[in-house]
């Protein structure tokens, strides 16, 4: 009656690839529907249903896997009152889906348990699993194609080193190796930004790795619960780490909506240990591990089987996500956390060092914020000898000298910008009679640098 794929769950679960997103292999199958397919969408014949045998299935699935075991007896009498008041007395298998999976979400209230009817997609999965199963030489080439989950290091004015980080991706010493690379780098800035906010999740091994570089060795982490065990795993930040432990420096992580499942967890290592910001939005919520069973006659079975509780907190993620220490639109989460970081390094500096930092900062939030300029662009619109400014791309500036790449402006307010990744770049522009006549740059401290007369429009 029900077609398990234990071996490719089991390896998927507690390496918590359920929550890779991007992946082409876990996508294959492990993608969650919004909805059900009929049978003749799916281009099978519809065959009789025996709902008893469905729900008992389901019932039998929940009893001895659900993550909660105080919920197993709620929702095995919520199903045995539907069969038993003839509620499941349907002939038709997507009507018969729809009702068993409203009660479940009825009496469970979580979105990772759902039941639904999809041959097109039992008859992927009965494939992939007749194939060998979870195919780890493919995993890897992934991962590596990935570059482990490391999608960007950078280095930003002030000396703030940046990590984008897009799923916390593991296949062992390698994934090892490219963390402790990629601390080794952030290591070596005044302050670090970590961004999550595309990241879908992966393996609690990577957030372990991770988090170890901002606590002291031995210090648990989270509580898996996985199946009801009564012996549930309790990783610790690891002691020993191929670079210098990163406790003390000045961290900012940033969060979205689609920071998901395992990069929740470092979420919550951040906000509920007190060593970064989480700066942005709430997380999504999606805290407990769910794993997939093929029950004959096309239906399918989403269950959660794991739950990961913060050890900081004593609380899990499910359905409520880690908030933000610093609430931020998430478009602009970037330049508040570089200000904030930037803030932070001048109130530990002094004299023009101090300044410099300042004025850095308040550049990156006249970028958060969108600050207008005194005039429309087109007026700063000019050539000034080899130094040309223009205005493109709505309505934004842009400046070059001798046909070197262009440098976006971000206006500071009246007619005075600066250079979008180079703070220390100040541009001041003079008008006589309403009309453009010179450019004078700077630094962020005021000294001038150079003036320049307009030369062609």
């Known amino acids: 009656m029900i077609a ?24 294959c199958f492990l993608a969650q529907a ?20 469905v729900v008992g299935a389901v019932r039998e699935s929940i009893s001895q896997r ?19 008041t003839g509620r499941y007395s349907v002939s038709d298998p997507v009507d018969l889906a729809q009702r068993i999976n409203e009660d479940l979400a009825r009496v469970g209230k979580d979105r990772h348990l759902n039941f639904r009817y999809d ?32 999608s960007q290091l950078r280095i930003l004015p002030g000396n703030v080193r940046y990590l ?53 060795a031995g210090q648990p982490l989270v509580t898996f619960y996985m199946e009801g065990d009564a012996s549930p795993e309790q990783p610790e930040a690891l002691a020993e780490l191929g670079a210098a432990r990163l406790i003390g420096k000045p961290l900012y992580v940033l969060a979205s909506g689609r920071t998901a499942s395992a990069a929740e967890e470092f979420a919550g290592h951040v906000a509920g240990f007190g060593f970064g910001e989480l700066v942005g939005a709430n997380t999504r919520g999606a805290g407990f591990r769910s794993s997939y069973e093929v029950i004959d006659q096309g239906f399918l079975l989403s269950i959660s089987v794991g739950r990961a509780v913060l050890v900081s907190t004593g609380k899990d993620w499910e359905r409520t996500g880690i908030a933000p220490t610093v609430k931020a639109d998430v478009d602009n989460a970037l330049p508040i956390a570089h200000s904030l970081a930037l803030k932070r390094i001048a109130s530990q500096s002094d004299g023009e060092e101090a300044a410099r930092y300042a004025a850095f900062a308040g550049v990156l939030e006249a970028a958060a914020q969108d600050r207008q300029a005194k005039r429309a662009s087109g007026d700063y619109a000019a050539a000034f000898g080899e130094r040309l400014v223009t205005a493109r791309n709505e309505g934004k500036l842009f400046y070059s ?12 307010g009246g007619d005075r910008f600066a250079f979008r990744d180079n703070p ?19 630094d962020a401290l005021g000294e001038i640098k150079g003036r320049y007369p307009v030369t062609g429009v």
């Open 119 to 150: 041959p097109e997609r039992v008859e992927v999965m009965r494939s992939a699993m007749g194939g060998g199963g979870f195919d780890e030489d493919l995993y890897s080439k992934k991962v590596r194609e990935q570059n482990h989950g490391i």
């Open 164 to 216: 984008e980080y897009t799923g916390f991706e593991w296949i062992g010493e390698e994934s090892e190796q490219a963390i402790d690379d990629a601390m080794r780098f952030l290591g070596g800035g005044e302050a670090v930004i970590i961004d999550i906010r595309r990241n879908g999740g992966g393996s609690p091994r990577a957030v372990q790795q991770i988090a170890s570089y901002f606590l002291p």
């Open 66 to 84: 659900y993550v909660l075991p105080e919920m197993r007896p709620v929702l095995d009498a919520a199903l045995a009152q539907g069969l038993a």
């Open 401 to 412: 000298r001798s046909g070197a790449p262009h440098e976006e402006l971000v206006a500071l």
């Open 4 to 27: 398990t794929v234990t071996d490719t769950e089991t390896k998927l679960v507690k390496s918590g690839l359920f929550g890779v997103l991007g992946l082409a292999f876990s996508a």
């Open 34 to 53: 919004s909805t059900a397919v009929s049978a003749q969408e799916a281009g099978h014949q519809q065959q009789p249903v025996d709902p008893a045998r």
């Open 424 to 442: 220390d770049v100040q541009l001041e522009f003079f008008f006589e009679g309403g009309k453009l006549s010179a450019l004078e740059i700077s």
